[in-house]
């Protein structure tokens, strides 16, 4: 059981949101009175309450985006950063930056086998290597079939 902070009535604990920036993980107010102080600051101030939520959604998708580049290469946020800035943030087939809205449009490339990361790549090159399955046989039979026609 907790108090809700807004309206005082003792609720279940499953009439409040997580929260993992408090003591208990759980928001101070009930669930009820967070839908009426949103609905509330919507109606107020909707130009503010609408930057309020662009900005909540850029920081979740950016949270997003390098918790999945945690849990799928164990890359560390500030270790990807640097890639970027080592390769000056293009590609490092086409040196072209990307220029999708994201967080990092480059994609991180890597050893399929030995999960070995070889660098940050745009999305054209990145599936190119993808349907050429990383061979490098068939890269060069590309090669030879290019200069040839």
């Known amino acids: 059981m907790k108090q809700c902070k807004y309206c005082?009535?003792?609720?279940?604990?499953?009439?409040?949101?997580?929260h993992p920036g408090t003591k208990d993980k759980l928001r101070g107010q009930c669930k009820q009175c967070c839908t009426e102080l949103t609905r509330k600051r919507r109606?107020?101030?909707p130009e503010k309450y609408k930057q309020?939520?662009?900005?909540?959604?850029k920081k979740l998708k950016e949270y997003q985006f390098f918790w999945r580049l945690k849990k799928n290469f164990n890359l560390e946020k500030e270790t990807f950063l640097q890639m970027l800035k080592d390769q000056n943030?293009?590609?490092?087939?086409c040196n072209k930056p990307e220029n999708r809205k994201k967080t990092s449009s480059l994609s991180v490339d890597h050893n399929h086998s030995t999960g070995k990361i070889r660098g940050l790549l745009c999305d054209l090159c990145n599936k190119g290597l993808?349907?050429?399955?990383?061979d490098i046989n068939l890269l060069n039979n590309a090669i030879i079939y290019l200069n040839n026609n």
């Open 8 to 18: 005082n009535n003792i609720k279940i604990l499953d009439e409040f949101y997580p």
């Open 43 to 45: 109606k107020d101030d």
């Open 52 to 57: 309020q939520c662009d900005l909540s959604n």
């Open 89 to 93: 943030y293009v590609c490092k087939i």
């Open 130 to 134: 993808g349907h050429f399955k990383d």
